[in-house]
């Protein structure tokens, strides 16, 4: 065992996790247990669930002792295959007509990690969730199942947000940056953990703590913006929002992405490709001065786990700082998830992490890079050396049984990771009841007033950049002269885009009349919204084709023919020299609700919103400039300047 790794695991491990018990969380009378398949004990007054049906009470069904010694109990009944089988996260079963389809190969090897993916309503999702924590509770041992999403709550993850039946509807990340509210930012992760712990999903993949310095790279979207002092901001508030202080049965565990931060890519090259497998650092010291600080941050904030990205640190960088790996390199080049300096090194013995390191999927199997050539076996032994606890995406855990088999990895390095997991399991509270209420789920994911704070998100999350003439804001008294002209790009097969976001004016603010031919307008709103699909594996910040924009002239040609406001939304710093000169106004939006920028057009409500990111000058000075540096450290001729002189930098954004 790596005595660094031994020091931190072991000595600091067992006291931060159990704060809870000494607290007394655990320590209730008349905790609720709900058992489908195995007996409820019933003991002075008290009930526990026989987890392993043997009649007895066993320490680890025990919730009034430590978590340590319930922990130890359970450890000392698992076989080798069920440790390692814990050590897996797959995908969620499968389900036809509305059951679970058993036997369930990923169950049956004893995975209890399970990603989800589905979109249904909320009652329909806490359904699934109860059948599979039923069979996960048939198993020999009864131990539940930790079901992990990535974000919901957002339209940019979630394209179905706004249908009926799901959680509350917030500006993507960039958005939420836009704001500058970390109390709203914390409030956000309140109100999200209520309603997927309602819906049975315990653990979140996110949020990101990488920062967008590249501008083509296609995660930018994921990012809360390019600044480390605002992400870092956000990212200790979404977590502590999502886990509060202490995880317990309400929390939702936080998976922090991606250490050291994936945003270092050079012409937008990501490492899910084998083009962009290195993280490379052309500017002396930008790995600490820029894409460290947020995961320091995070740390702080107590995320149970960490996930590196698949990348390697290149040996072609600038000098960073940290220990050198040897005389001759500064790095090991092998990815994040195999590279003990950065995990146990650095992540560890440094930064003073405590929680587990999750890979991310398939990042040991056909994604290792710089261990490609190793045995498969070998791969999951260096990365367990290197301190990675859990494997995303591992569809079989013979590999790892093979590793310890062959003396690669010590059984005592497979229950220390059972060990973290275990125990996140026991915090949340899932050994006594994993079950929930399909009913209560749909009301908390429904519930108005969650939603009425999520609006005020939006509306904040606008950002004003341009204002010619004051044609904005629409007020009443100016109101009733306009004609507005309304086209979404892309506008949807036969123009259904169009004629939804048409509709959502409509309803919003009947008082504004809408024309369908640009003839009869008197003004015009376009909403662009370009797309970078990462799995295109064509890095662009063109708005053009590449991005789903197949018609750029026509946005011109209404511009040109009446005053148009021109909302561009900023999943990406779009090079937006060919539709900004000849708009009235410009807006910014990041997965914004139509009903908030009409507010804001209308005057509802002064925009506050700051710019998350620099918009780039052009394409050459996107080319020219180094992509682990924030475009607000870049040079003078970076920012886009607009037809008025506005500089779009970060942080810049006007109000009326």
């Known amino acids: 065992m790596h005595s660094r790794y031994k020091k931190i695991t072991l000595c600091l491990f067992a006291f931060v996790w159990m704060i809870p018990s000494i607290l007394g969380v655990q320590a209730q009378n008349n905790l609720e247990v709900e058992t489908r398949t195995k007996s409820i004990l019933e003991i002075e007054g008290k009930r526990y669930r026989d987890l392993n049906d043997n009649g007895e009470l066993d320490a680890y069904e025990n919730w009034e002792l430590p978590a340590e010694d319930r922990v130890e109990n359970l450890l000392s009944q698992m076989s080798l295959e069920e440790k390692v089988g814990l050590l897996t996260i797959n995908e969620f079963p499968e389900y036809e007509e509305g059951k679970i389809v058993l036997p369930n190969e990923f169950l049956d090897q004893h995975t209890r990690y399970f990603i989800y993916r589905g979109m249904p309503a909320a009652n329909i999702v806490a359904d699934q969730m109860n059948q599979l924590q039923e069979a996960a509770e048939a198993s020999r041992l009864g131990i539940p199942a930790v079901v992990i999403s990535n974000p919901r709550n957002h339209p940019l993850a979630f394209p179905v947000i706004e249908e009926a039946g799901q959680f509350s509807h917030w500006p993507d990340t960039l958005g939420l940056a836009a704001t500058r509210d970390s109390d709203l930012i914390r409030r956000f992760g309140e109100i999200a953990a209520k309603e997927w712990r309602a819906a049975g999903i315990h653990k979140l993949y996110g949020y990101s703590a990488d920062l967008a310095t590249d501008p083509l790279w296609a995660r930018n979207q994921e990012t809360f913006g390019e600044h480390p002092e605002l992400v870092s901001g956000m990212i200790y508030n979404v977590i502590k929002g999502f886990q509060g202080d202490v995880l317990n049965e309400n929390s939702v565990s936080m998976t922090v992405k991606h250490f050291p931060g994936g945003g270092a890519r050079e012409s937008g090259r990501d490492p899910h490709f084998e083009e962009g497998q290195y993280n490379i650092y052309p500017t002396p010291g930008s790995l600490l001065t820029y894409h460290i600080p947020p995961f320091i941050a995070a740390i702080e904030a107590d995320p149970t786990s960490i996930m590196p990205y698949y990348a390697y640190p290149s040996n072609e960088s600038a000098e960073q700082g940290l220990p050198h790996f040897s005389e001759s390199e500064q790095f090991e080049e092998v990815a994040f998830a195999l590279n003990e300096p950065f995990i146990n090194g650095y992540l560890r013995d440094e930064l003073n992490f405590l929680g587990y390191v999750n890979s991310d999927t398939s990042a040991v199997i056909d994604r290792a890079w710089g261990a490609q050539d190793l045995p498969v076996e070998e791969r999951f032994a260096k990365a367990i050396q290197a301190g990675t606890n859990i494997f995303s995406g591992v569809p079989n855990p013979q590999p790892i049984l093979k590793a310890v088999n062959q003396g690669l990895v010590e059984e005592e390095q497979i229950n220390r990771s059972a060990e973290y ?172 609700k139509a009903e908030a920028v009409i507010d804001m057009i209308r005057g509802n409500f002064n925009p506050v919103g700051k710019l998350p990111i620099t918009i780039p000058a052009s394409q050459e000075e996107v080319d020219n400039q180094p992509g682990d540096v924030p475009g607000y450290d870049k040079g003078a001729s970076y920012p886009y300047v607009d037809q008025a002189g506005n500089r779009y930098l970060y942080n810049f954004g006007l109000s009326y």
């Open 421 to 592: 997991l275990l125990t996140e399991m026991m915090k949340l509270g899932l050994f006594e009841n994993p079950y929930v209420d399909p009913n209560e789920a749909l009301e908390i994911a429904d519930d108005p007033e969650s939603q009425e704070i999520a609006d005020d998100a939006h509306r904040r999350s606008v950002v004003l950049l341009r204002n010619n003439r004051n044609v904005l804001p629409l007020q009443d008294e100016s109101v009733s002269d306009v004609r507005l002209y309304v086209q979404m790009f892309p506008g949807g097969e036969n123009g259904q885009e169009t004629e939804e976001l048409k509709q959502k004016i409509r309803n919003h603010d009947s008082s504004i009349t809408l024309v369908d031919d640009l003839a009869n307008a008197t003004h015009a709103f376009v909403w662009v919204q370009p797309f970078q699909d990462l799995f295109a594996n064509a890095p662009t910040v063109m708005i053009g084709p590449e991005t789903n924009i197949e018609d750029v002239e026509r946005i011109v040609e209404v511009q040109q023919a009446v005053p148009t406001i021109t909302a561009i939304n900023f999943s990406n710093p779009w090079l937006i020299n060919t539709i900004e000169p000849n708009a009235a106004a410009v807006i910014g939006t990041f997965g914004t």
